[in-house]
């Protein structure tokens, strides 16, 4: 049983909706009643606590068939919340005005705001949780106590199936503290508690609080930091208002994905600004910085708060669209930081495969023998690494590793587009290439990662270069291979030699568990170069290795001659020449993924296959081990070719 299902639901009588109500006007939107943070449980029967939902709080205006969804600032957000709209266009023949919240709920019960976001992009199932009700028939009930109209709501909402998207939102009177340790146990927001006597005041008063289980909080954008390594964005700069002033908190360089990354570059960039809306600002942050409007809102996980009220260990989490800035002061969560993770649901994988148009067929297929991994659950594994995978995939001739019978034994190659497959999966054409024209695959979203799981698909593999620019190529792969018999201390050991020689020529490079028994060590370059020089650079580079360390390395892949050693397989750098692409899985026992990992933490792990699609899931909801990588501007001049030679 979920936590969600904890709280109690009690027999409601049948709901009473006289036939004969005319239909009356919309309720208008009224100003929202806000919870002030504490970190004291509130004890006493007067008080009801509620759970605390991490999604987008909202209010449904209702006049029979006819329904508007206002966030807290009143915009009508009705489109962006159109699949909650069906349950609550047939609640009543008359009218009301409901306050609550709009979330997704992950395979544990739990609310998720990143699972939120992704949900509104692609159209997925969400939930409304009402919690309370302010009119009803032109009624006003403001001002009557929180118990009575919290009690008119549930008679209105009557019983409901848990998979209806619209839900009245429980309470338990007192045990707060019971409650705040199970919420926090399970992974949760936190605990609301609201006086049973309360009016609806629309205003932020101590009625009602909020008890928080994480330090994670809303801040104001007043500027950001350009990126050392050219156009780009390095942080963002922060601040909370504090009597009327909007005083410096901090920057927050991590947890963007590379996509996050430059959507929110492109906003910063329509807002520039000559002078800075701080109140004070340190004179070296000043110095590098951009300063810009500051009406855009980011929320930010943090470990505390300094003394002097700077965060620490700042993590960027998620834009926020639905409050105003001027509305944001500094709170102090109560209790150490839950850290989220991302699960594989296969009820959610369905409905993302249904909402990104691609019909997914025995969708309880269990792709991974001895495991309980699906179809389904593969397609919700790239939904949750869709923001991370999507940059490496994206516009690159692909070939496809296939399994249609689910053995593993029997895979095979796909690089060209067979009747029956999806249309995510795009079939096109390369001007010519080594004298003819060919013909290749490529994906360019998540409908044609899903595609790929359709039609069994465990492995992605990508080019090195566009299939727009097919001759430029802008990354190069140094595949340490070894013998079986080596220890995978061998293999990360080799991996930082070739990135210190790497550094020492003025290359920039960034390490991937492969998911099988190596690490690929990968070099992004500007799209200048052709082919011929990359490989040719890359096996002069493997071949130097081998004459210098001829004991741990050879440059030729014959297994015979490999015993004891590791291939530095170079071949994976000519045109057409494919390697597995960044968060895809792996044809393997087991279900593992190819993984970035930071340099620092290469040595940690024990194996090549550290992470199946339960952690990689997990994994991609963290900051990006790669911070950079796309930003990163390197050519293989004729000075670091010449010096491997």
């Known amino acids: 049983m979920s936590a969600l299902e904890a709280f109690p639901r009690t027999k409601r009588a049948p709901r009473r909706d006289s036939e004969s109500i005319p239909k009356r006007p919309l309720p208008t939107f009224r100003p929202f009643q806000l919870c002030t943070l504490t970190d004291e449980i509130p004890v006493g029967g007067n008080w009801l606590f509620e759970m605390k939902f991490d999604g987008y709080r909202a209010q449904v205006a209702i006049s029979g068939p006819d329904a508007v969804v206002y966030t807290r600032n009143g915009h009508d957000w009705t489109r962006q919340f159109r699949v909650i709209l069906p349950p609550l266009r047939t609640l009543t023949k008359g009218s009301a005005l409901i306050d609550g919240e709009i979330v997704a709920i992950d395979s544990e019960g739990r609310t998720n705001f990143s699972l939120l976001k992704?949900?509104?992009?692609?159209?997925?199932?969400l939930k409304f949780y009402a919690f309370d009700l302010l009119e009803f028939n032109g009624e006003d009930l403001t001002n009557e106590p929180l118990v009575d109209r919290k009690h008119r709501l549930e008679v209105l909402l009557a019983e409901r199936d848990p998979d209806d998207r619209l839900q009245f939102s429980s309470h338990i009177p007192d045990h707060g503290d019971q409650i705040f340790e199970a919420m926090c146990a399970g992974g949760h927001e936190g605990v609301i508690a609201k006086r049973a006597d309360s009016p609806y005041v629309g205003d932020r008063t101590a009625s009602w609080l909020k008890i928080k289980c994480t330090k994670r909080q809303e801040f104001v954008v007043g500027g950001y930091r350009p990126s050392d390594r050219g156009r780009g964005l390095a942080s963002l700069i922060l601040g909370t208002y504090e009597n009327g002033k909007l005083v410096y908190r901090g920057r927050v360089g991590t947890g963007f994905s590379e996509a996050m990354r430059k959507s929110v570059l492109a906003q910063l960039e329509k807002r520039p600004v000559d002078r800075p809306a701080f109140a004070s600002v340190p004179r070296d942050i000043a110095r590098r910085a951009s300063w810009v409007k500051p009406d855009l809102i980011a929320e930010v996980m943090f470990s505390e708060v300094t003394p002097d009220g700077s965060l620490r260990h700042p993590s960027f989490q998620?834009?926020?669209?639905?409050?105003?800035?001027?509305?944001?002061?500094m709170e102090v969560p109560a209790t150490a930081a839950t850290v989220g993770t991302a699960y594989l649901d296969p009820n959610m994988g369905k409905e993302i495969a249904v909402a990104v148009g691609v019909n997914l067929t025995h969708p309880e297929k269990v792709m991974y023998p001895g495991t309980k991994v699906t179809k389904a659950m593969l397609v919700a594994y790239y939904a949750a690494v869709a923001e991370k995978i999507l940059p490496h995939i994206q516009d690159r001739p692909l070939s496809l590793v296939r399994d249609t019978d689910g053995d593993l034994e029997q895979t095979f190659f796909q690089k060209h587009k067979l009747p029956g497959m999806p249309k995510a999966i795009h079939d096109g054409q390369l001007e010519k290439i080594s004298g003819k024209e060919s013909r290749f695959?490529?994906?360019?979203?998540?409908?044609?990662?899903?595609?790929?799981?359709?039609?069994n698909v465990l492995e992605f593999h990508v080019w090195g270069s566009l299939r727009?620019?097919?001759?430029?190529?802008?990354?190069?792969?140094?595949?340490?291979?070894p013998d079986e018999g080596l220890d995978f201390g061998d293999v990360k050991q080799a991996a930082l030699d070739i990135r210190g020689v790497l550094e020492a020529l003025g290359l920039q490079s960034w390490p991937l568990l492969s998911g099988g028994k190596g690490v690929h060590v990968v070099v992004p370059l500007v799209a200048k170069g052709n082919w011929e020089a990359v490989k040719g650079f890359c096996q002069d580079f493997a071949e130097l290795l081998a004459r210098t360390d001829p004991s741990r390395f050879v440059a030729n892949m014959s297994k015979a001659k490999r015993k004891g050693r590791m291939f530095i397989d170079y071949l994976r750098n000519g045109q057409g020449a494919t390697a597995i692409c960044p968060w895809s899985t792996r044809a393997r026992a087991g279900a593992p993924c190819a993984v970035p990992v930071t340099w620092d933490e290469l040595p940690t792990f024990k194996a090549a296959n550290a992470f199946d699609v339960f952690g990689a899931a997990v994994r991609a909801q963290q900051p990006d081990a790669w911070e950079g990588y796309f930003e990163t501007e390197q050519i293989l001049t004729a000075r670091i070719r010449k010096a491997v030679r």
């Open 118 to 125: 992704t949900g509104i992009a692609a159209g997925l199932p």
């Open 318 to 329: 998620a834009m926020r669209e639905d409050k105003r800035a001027d509305q944001v002061v």
């Open 441 to 455: 695959l490529w994906v360019d979203d998540l409908a044609g990662l899903v595609g790929g799981v359709q039609m």
């Open 468 to 481: 727009q620019r097919p001759s430029l190529p802008h990354r190069m792969i140094f595949d340490i291979d």
